[in-house]
T-cell receptor
């Protein structure tokens, strides 16, 4: 079970880009990297998943360096509604993924 | 189509009573997960089902906790003789396969309060 480390909190302002870096030094060869977003009083919601290099969807981008020991979730031009907790998970054929404490992102006007 | 649903949404019970929490996964999803989330904390894995089988029950906090899944669909998490430390939000998720590779779809959770 790969262990991940991410900042506890980050503050930003509307319209800025937010980058959250997750460290996963013992990632295994076949592990994927997945990010979830959780709003208060709701279950987590899938944001993006990647294996290497860069993945982009309509919500975010995920940057993964060649050594895959870290990954960065990039949220472009955040708004107040992006205030949430963001979780980084690493695993492949795992049913027991660790959500940890996540990163609380607060977007201010 | 419909997402993952959970019932009840809120449950207040007295210490020592039994409670039953229900999860209806997305139709066709073979994998089902239960998590517990205490206030301000991350998610704590409880149990995973592949079909009706739970290969690993080690995440259940104590023998007061049990879970079952029938027909490869609905799952029930039962907590016997509830204690105040059981108070938390219980989340259910389902997916097409194992969580490491497949997106998990979460329900809204059941908020359990033990008085």
């Amino acid at each position: 079970l790969a262990k991940t480390t991410q900042p506890i909190s980050m503050d930003s302002y509307e319209g800025q880009e937010v980058n959250i870096t997750c460290s996963h030094n013992n990632i295994a060869t076949n592990d994927y990297i997945t990010w979830y977003q959780q709003f208060p009083s709701q279950g987590p919601r899938f944001i993006i998943q990647g294996y290497k290099t860069k993945v982009t969807n309509e919500v975010a981008s995920l940057f993964i360096p060649a050594d895959r020991k870290s990954s960065t979730l990039s949220l472009p031009r955040v708004s107040l509604s992006d205030t949430a907790v963001y979780y980084c998970l690493v695993g492949e054929n795992d049913y027991k993924l660790s959500f940890g404490a996540g990163t609380t992102v607060t977007v201010r006007a | 189509g419909a997402g993952v649903s959970q019932s009840p949404s809120n449950k207040v019970t007295e210490k020592g009573k039994d409670v039953e929490l229900r999860c209806d996964p997305i139709s066709g999803h073979t994998a089902l997960y239960w998590y517990r989330q205490s206030l301000g904390q991350g998610l704590e894995f409880l149990i995973y089902f592949q079909g009706n089988s739970a290969p690993d029950k080690s995440g259940l906090p104590s023998d007061r906790f049990s879970a079952e899944r029938t027909g490869g669909s609905v799952s029930t998490l039962t907590i016997q003789r509830t204690q105040q430390e059981d108070s938390a939000v219980y989340l259910c998720a389902s997916s097409w396969g194992l969580a490491g590779s497949y997106e998990q779809y979460f329900g809204p959770g059941t908020r359990l309060t033990v008085t």
